[in-house]
């Protein structure tokens, strides 16, 4: 993980860097810079304000969460600038029959001309949880590029058939759907506590 300025519970970056973010905060990148964010929560809220504040300013940002009781995961893009880009993934597994809710905002004012924003939001539920996903972009420039998406549901029978037919149990079947579906491959290598909590899911949650 590369080094960063804090300032005023603010992170501020001003050149390319990759971080790992577990608590709220406010982000804010500058000129030119790129910020590449992780964020492995396990059964927590957390609220993310990001800030573009320079032109040519980057946020890729991958969130992932594990959740049992009722919790919020509140993210926030705001373009202020030009020729700004913001890509955010979030993906939560719902383990049980809480709540999960995702609220998901982009914004692009008028004077932030050619910037581009996109979301993808998508989460699981292993048993019958009340999940939300709210994604919500606030475009004023006409010359700029959005998107976004939500899915809610369960892992497709016909996978789970699939690993069981290859001689996968049902349960370890549902702990590789979710690592894969929770962990992306370039840091497989360090979440590997992060993976621990998948491997202690309790195996009545697949039945």
């Given amino acids: ?15 390319s860097k990759t971080i790992y973010v577990s608590s709220s905060s406010d982000i ?12 492995m929560l396990l059964n927590t809220s ?14 890729e940002l991958h969130l992932s969460t594990i959740n049992y009781d009722d919790n919020n995961i509140e993210v926030n893009v705001y373009h202020n600038n030009k020729n700004t880009i913001s890509n955010i993934f979030n993906h939560g597994v719902n383990a049980i029959n809480n ?3 995702f609220n998901i905002n982009g914004y692009i004012p008028k004077e932030s001309i050619k910037s581009i924003c996109n979301q993808d939001n998508q989460i699981i539920n ?37 690993l069981e037919s290859r001689g996968i149990s049902r349960i370890n079947a549902y702990k590789l ?23 202690f899911l309790g195996g009545d949650l697949f039945e």
């Fill in 46 to 59: 957390l609220n993310i304000n990001v800030y573009l504040d320079g032109e040519k300013a980057e946020v």
């Fill in 177 to 199: 759907l979710i690592k894969s579906f929770l962990v992306p491959l370039e840091i497989e290598d360090e979440s590997h506590e992060y993976l621990k909590n998948i491997d």
């Fill in 126 to 162: 292993i048993k019958n949880g009340k999940s939300t996903i709210l994604p919500k972009l606030f475009i004023e420039q006409i010359d700029s590029l959005s998107s976004h998406s939500a899915y809610i549901g369960k892992f497709k029978d016909s996978l789970i058939f699939y």
């Fill in 28 to 39: 804010r990148i500058t000129n030119n810079s790129k910020l590449i964010i992780y964020s």
């Fill in 99 to 101: 709540r999960l809710n």
């Fill in 1 to 15: 993980m590369n080094n960063i300025l804090s300032k005023n519970k603010e992170i501020i970056v001003d050149s």
